[in-house]
């Protein structure tokens, strides 16, 4: 792929006098009206030459544009494969470190829960072990990686679902798992919500 790409390019001057020529005519056609049929006439006469024109510059670009995109699918087919198995590695990496991510959330949560059991019934040692291992879980890894919490759709149940989303209407669903904040999932009957991140990679 080191060749030179020799690039056409369209006389300008040329187009610049139909371009002039093009909005004339338009500018002359706004607001026009057909009359009668001798007037409906003559505007098909124009029809079909501004038709004609219109067909012999969508041509005339097209053999500029061709060679072009022969090239771009050529290319872009070169590169496909290596950046297929960038994005397979890329999807591996984002799937492990998310589980990773949300088993550590849940950890947190769990240890929390156990601390305020814990503190309720005035164990100290274990609220102090339980406090200890939502700290550790919470803590975030050395990464340059972001990490997006949201919730997602994850199963649907159209029988136990309001009429809102009876459709069902996915795109509304996941809407609202987008925009939903808190630890605990939307409530919506018969829908259940999964817990999942989203990794950006920093270059």
């Known amino acids: 792929m080191s060749a030179e790409l020799a690039v056409r390019v369209p006389n300008t001057t040329d187009l610049a006098t139909r371009q002039r020529k093009a909005e004339g005519l338009a500018i002359a056609l706004r607001g026009a009206t057909c009359d009668d049929a001798e007037q409906y006439t003559v505007f098909d006469e124009m029809l079909s030459a501004v038709a004609r024109e219109k067909a012999e510059v969508l041509d005339l670009r097209k053999s500029y544009t061709a060679p072009l995109y022969g090239v771009i699918k050529r290319v872009e087919g070169d590169?496909?494969?290596?950046?297929?198995?960038?994005?397979?590695?890329?999807?591996?990496?984002?799937?492990?470190?998310?589980?990773?991510?949300?088993?550590?959330?849940?950890?947190?949560?769990?240890a929390r829960?156990?601390?305020?059991?814990?503190?309720?019934?005035?164990?100290a040692e274990?609220?102090?072990?339980?406090?200890?291992?939502?700290?550790?879980?919470?803590?975030?890894?050395?990464?340059r990686a972001t990490t997006t919490f949201r919730w997602a759709v994850k199963l649907c149940n159209p029988a136990a679902m309001s009429r809102e989303f009876l459709v069902p209407d996915l795109p509304a669903?996941?809407?609202?798992?987008?925009a939903h904040k808190g630890d605990a999932p939307p409530i919506v009957p018969g829908v259940t919500f999964e817990r999942i991140v989203q990794i950006g990679a920093r270059k």
């Open 79 to 110: 590169f496909r494969p290596l950046v297929s198995s960038l994005e397979t590695c890329e999807a591996a990496l984002k799937g492990a470190m998310g589980a990773y991510r949300v088993a550590c959330e849940r950890a947190e949560r769990e």
């Open 173 to 178: 669903l996941e809407k609202l798992a987008r």
């Open 113 to 123: 829960e156990l601390a305020a059991k814990a503190a309720e019934s005035g164990d």
């Open 126 to 143: 274990n609220l102090v072990e339980a406090l200890t291992r939502a700290t550790e879980a919470a803590a975030k890894p050395d990464a």
